[in-house]
């Protein structure tokens, strides 16, 4: 629904930022470490998540779209909502938070409160094959990175012309395992097209 806010800093603190734009006060829920990116600017842009319950509507915003991607993981996961997604975010910047998952490092999850043996558990069990697929070869510079929002961005594109996911993600690695990091997105979603 919103996808991000750009505008005036006019009000932060650890748990969250108030943003102006065109005039308009937007109250986002931030982590930790969005909060120290942001701290000693005037103007920003945060990604952001809109959630809404039966009881209310919060925004919460992201300072990285590496961040507002492990908080969308982490609300994925059964008995995870986005507070305790928050609080985890707090203590873990989000490539720590994606090591330890990968890793099986149930210790260093169950180190953030509110984070018990179980919930640690469910969040290995549930995210690491995820994560696992989207950590590509240590690579020079950020060609990982890219790949992982081109690759992103495809799966995406598949998902909503109509094709399931899985095949889709069968269908986008091989060709990214082809052509190696050197193919756009476009070229990407037409030869995966082909191949689902």
């Known amino acids: ?4 806010l750009k505008g005036k800093l006019v009000h932060k603190d650890p748990t969250h930022a108030i943003i102006e734009v065109n005039g308009v006060g937007y109250q986002v829920n931030i982590s930790l470490n969005t909060f120290a990116e942001i701290k000693d600017k005037e103007e920003i842009k945060l990604t952001t998540h809109f959630h809404v319950r039966e009881d209310a509507q919060v925004l919460f ?18 008995g995870v909502g986005p507070s305790t997604a928050m609080v985890v975010l707090s203590y873990l910047p989000p490539e720590e938070l994606k090591s330890a998952i990968v890793r099986e490092d149930a ?12 919930t640690a558990l469910r969040l290995i069990l549930e995210l690491k094959d995820k994560l696992k697929r989207e950590t590509t ?18 799966l995406s594109a598949l998902v909503t012309l109509g094709i399931a996911k899985p095949a889709a993600e069968k269908s986008i690695d091989a060709v990214l395992k082809r052509s190696g990091n050197t193919v756009s997105l476009e070229e990407l979603v ?3 097209l082909k191949n689902a």
């Open 1 to 4: 629904m919103i996808a991000y």
């Open 137 to 154: 070869e240590d690579l020079p510079g950020n060609t990982g990175l890219i790949r992982n929002t081109v690759r992103h961005e495809a």
């Open 190 to 192: 037409k030869q995966a």
């Open 61 to 78: 915003g992201f300072a990285t779209e590496a961040e507002k991607q492990m908080f969308q993981y982490l609300i994925s996961v059964n």
């Open 107 to 118: 210790a260093a999850l169950q180190a953030v409160k509110g984070i018990g043996g179980k």
